[in-house]
């Protein structure tokens, strides 16, 4: 199977949900072998950062990856539109050190990246697979992987709250799949947690066009959910993106209770050093 890139360039612009600032991200076609690779802009030049498990360097609300001088945020989104999808290779320049959050979901990569169009490439896709059971727990918190021919992920929430309670759904990763069913759920939280992350620097671009705000008696949104179970189709949506870190395409299933961005990168880091677990190789 070869690897694949973008026919076309296309852009993205809105507001960044921590900064509260305008920013954009252009999508360009990228050479084979080259994974995807956000290139920063800054006043001292151009960087460019990789997704990399050790390269995770916040995970608060959502996933920044860092070379220790320079950090690009909240593109969990981003890479699982891009892994949804099935692109290999990708540069995404950004410019304001935030991706835009959009509409809180991966919707309008999705739709720019279908209108974009994709290209087939020389090279074959180079994917890891998991091997072998791999199990990593903290507190209620679990993610355990087994070897499965495909991309695969069964995933539990529980909240205290009657708007949520427990959902669950399993999910198969198939490019038109995902773009259907879980590509366009939305970011989500608690109205009482607004004034306390403000006041810590956070969401301060967090508004009802791009996070579900749940209240006491419900849903504040006057438009209501996309999907009854959209708060778990959304874990989801993270999960995928989160384990796009490890830099190349995964094969495995994921059975997941609990997980955040803090525990998705902990077992991506030790699922990736764990001796045995993964096995590098080509899809032909």
Do not use: W
Not at 53 to 78: F, K, M, Q, R
Not at 87 to 112: F, Q, T
Not at 163 to 186: D, H, N, S, T
Not at 222 to 244: C, N, Q
Request: proline share 4%; aromatic share 8%; hydrophobic share 40%.
């Amino acid at each position: 199977m070869p690897q694949t890139t973008l026919a076309d360039s296309f852009v993205l612009e809105g507001v960044s949900l921590h900064s509260g600032i305008m920013v954009s991200m252009e999508f360009r076609p990228a050479p084979a072998d080259s994974g995807i690779v956000f290139h920063v802009q800054s006043g001292d030049g151009e960087h460019l950062l990789a997704p990399r498990p050790e390269a995770v360097g916040a995970t608060e609300l959502a996933t920044t990856i860092s070379d220790g001088a320079h950090s690009v945020s909240t593109i969990e989104h981003v890479l699982a539109g891009l892994r949804g999808m099935e692109v290999d290779n990708a540069a995404v320049y950004v410019e304001g050190g935030e991706v835009p959050i959009l509409d809180g979901s991966a919707r309008l990569v999705v739709e720019g990246l279908k209108k974009a169009g994709l290209q087939k490439q020389s090279s074959p896709r180079r994917i890891a697979r998991v091997a072998r059971e791999f199990s990593f727990a903290d507190g209620k918190k679990s993610i355990c992987a087994e070897p499965f021919d495909g991309f695969r992920v069964d995933y539990t929430i529980r909240f205290d709250h009657p708007a949520i309670g427990v959902q669950r759904f399993c999910f198969e990763l198939e490019p038109e799949a995902f773009a259907k069913e879980i590509a366009c759920a939305r970011t989500f939280g608690f109205l009482r947690d607004v004034e306390y992350l403000r006041s810590h620097g956070l969401a301060r671009g967090g508004s009802l066009e791009n996070v579900v705000v749940i209240g006491e008696q419900g849903v504040v949104n006057s438009e209501g959910l996309r999907f009854a179970d959209e708060f778990v189709r959304h874990k989801i949506l993270d999960f995928i993106g989160d384990m796009a870190m490890l830099g190349r395409p995964m094969l495995g299933a994921f059975t997941v209770e609990c997980s955040g961005h803090a525990h998705n990168n902990a077992f991506l880091r030790r699922l990736a050093s764990a001796p045995g677990a993964l096995e590098e190789t080509e899809i032909q």
